[in-house]
């Protein structure tokens, strides 16, 4: 380890923040393999303890996305819908089954996520138990999505220097500033977005480190009942980003799009097979209504962050619609059949 790094290390260990020069240098070295497991867990725990500047984060978005390999596709009006992970709140995977109702209407989807690390099943995994190949390299993303205007993109084969970080990740098992750096990490460099993350603070911290960036519209938010999406349970805080200006948060309340409300309960999933199969229920139409309100809810964000509706009730009927006529269903059976194809090229 490098006396740089150790001065970090000490650095943190004092609660003091890392100028941008620093943070970058910092990640860097993690991301060239040139400090150790317990080394990196240090850095992480060191950080979530004093607590990520936005400074810091900018910092370590540009040097991911520097090391990074890029999805060389038309991104005009095409969204990225995730979640940070990290809420411990057991529902099923609610933005993969977004995905396919926002393609259902029309809307391109360019979706960047991961294998499960803090819950039981993370997009990667729910998507193998639907019968997709979510492991695809760089020529099968692009070609999929030239194919069905939707691509899965699994992490580590677009940012393989990852592969230093995954074992700390894992024997931690805790949130750390990587659940927030994913979202915003796209490999196809999205321009609308739609993050959850798993507290207020952190939606906040994203919309300005989007701001930063070269993001044209996006939502972060975070739910009253610690979701990280847009909840049916109570209220949810909505920040909206429009080229690079972002405001103080709205309450958004699912009331007022027509929603019923609902206990956390009736939101819960289970392992990835399980999370599979409620999915295709909600796609085929016999989802349970809290299943099909929470995942149409979602996709309207998305579908106006995508500029596809004028307003936020438009989108809300388009992604109705989409699970209704039998579109969002056809696209994830697409998304099924396609991802094996290009998988064999």
């Keep these: ?42 850095f992480l725990m060191g950080m979530r303890a004093k ?18 390999v890029t999805v060389e596709v038309d991104t005009e009006g095409a969204v990225d819908l995730c979640g940070t992970g990290g809420d411990k709140s057991g529902t099923f995977n ?10 259902g209407s029309g809307v391109p989807v360019l979706k960047h996520g991961n294998r ?76 609308n977005q739609v993050i959850g993350a798993f507290s207020k603070e952190a939606a906040g911290m994203m919309a300005q480190i989007l701001a930063n960036l070269d993001t044209q519209r996006a939502y972060t938010l ?21 080229t690079n200006l972002t405001n103080g948060a709205i309450t958004f309340d699912p009331v007022s799009l027509g929603y019923d409300r609902e206990d956390s309960a009736s939101l819960l999933g289970g392992d990835a097979a399980e999370n599979a199969l409620i999915i295709k ?9 809290a299943q099909q309100n929470i995942v149409t809810l979602n996709a309207a964000f998305a579908i106006h962050a995508a500029g596809a509706a004028e307003t936020l009730e438009e989108a809300n009927r388009k992604a ?8 969002a269903n056809r696209k994830l059976n697409q998304f099924i059949t396609e991802s094996q194809k290009v998988s064999t090229l």
């Design 1 to 42: 380890m490098s006396k740089e790094f150790t001065g970090i290390l000490e650095k943190l260990s004092k609660g003091e923040h890392l100028e941008s020069e620093e943070a970058s240098e910092a990640l860097k070295s993690i991301l060239k393999g040139e400090v150790t497991d317990s080394q990196i867990a240090a």
């Design 51 to 68: 607590g990520e500047t936005v400074q810091e984060l900018t910092s370590f978005v540009e040097a991911m996305r520097s090391e990074a």
């Design 94 to 103: 609610i933005s993969t089954a977004a995905m396919f109702v926002v393609a």
């Design 116 to 191: 499960s690390v803090s819950s039981k099943s993370g997009s990667f995994d729910v998507l193998d138990k639907l019968g997709a190949v979510p492991n695809l390299n760089k020529m099968q993303a692009e070609k999929l999505f030239e194919e069905t205007g939707m691509v899965f993109m699994f992490a580590p084969n677009f940012h393989p220097a990852m592969k230093y970080v995954m074992p700390a990740r894992r024997e931690l098992r805790l949130r750390t500033f990587f659940n927030m750096l994913g979202p915003l990490l796209n490999p196809a460099n999205v321009k």
């Design 222 to 242: 975070n739910a009253h009942d610690g979701l990280d999406e847009v909840t049916l349970t109570g209220q949810s805080e909505i920040f909206e980003l429009k």
């Design 281 to 289: 229920n909600i796609m085929a139409g016999e989802g349970t209504k």
């Design 320 to 327: 109705i619609r989409s699970v209704e006529s039998g579109e």
